[in-house]
């Protein structure tokens, strides 16, 4: 009797187990989004180079995230979006993204990309 309830429970377990390791990997990936994309905000403020913060951002972000720098008169804004694969080989990908704005710094010229 306990091999068939096991049997009947097992799988449900393993699906449980997949999810939750499907959550921490999907939440991790948008934690490294947001400090990627804040890391960037920060840089750009202070007058940093396009590429420049495009490099910082790539090194704190997932593999394979893409990154956007808007510079305005005022404020950047730099988004960050990232395809992650919660279930490693499985073909299911989640979009995680994050975005941050910073005031420009006082004095700061309009950087070049």
Do not use: F, H, N, W
């Not at 305005?72 to 299911?92: C, F, K, N």
Request: proline share 5%.
């Amino acid at each position: 009797m306990v091999t068939a309830e096991t049997a009947v429970v097992l799988p449900v377990l393993l699906l449980v187990l997949a999810g939750a390791v499907a959550a921490v990997t999907v939440v991790g990936a948008q934690l490294r989004c947001v400090d990627a994309a804040r890391e960037g905000a920060r840089a750009a403020a202070r007058g940093e180079e396009i590429a420049a913060v495009t490099a910082l951002v790539s090194r704190a972000a997932p593999d394979g995230a893409t990154t956007a720098v808007d510079v305005g008169s005022e404020q950047v804004r730099v988004t960050v979006v990232a395809d992650v694969a919660a279930l490693g080989p499985v073909p299911l990908r989640i979009r995680v993204s994050a975005q941050a704005v910073a005031v420009r710094e006082p004095g700061v010229t309009e950087p070049s990309g």
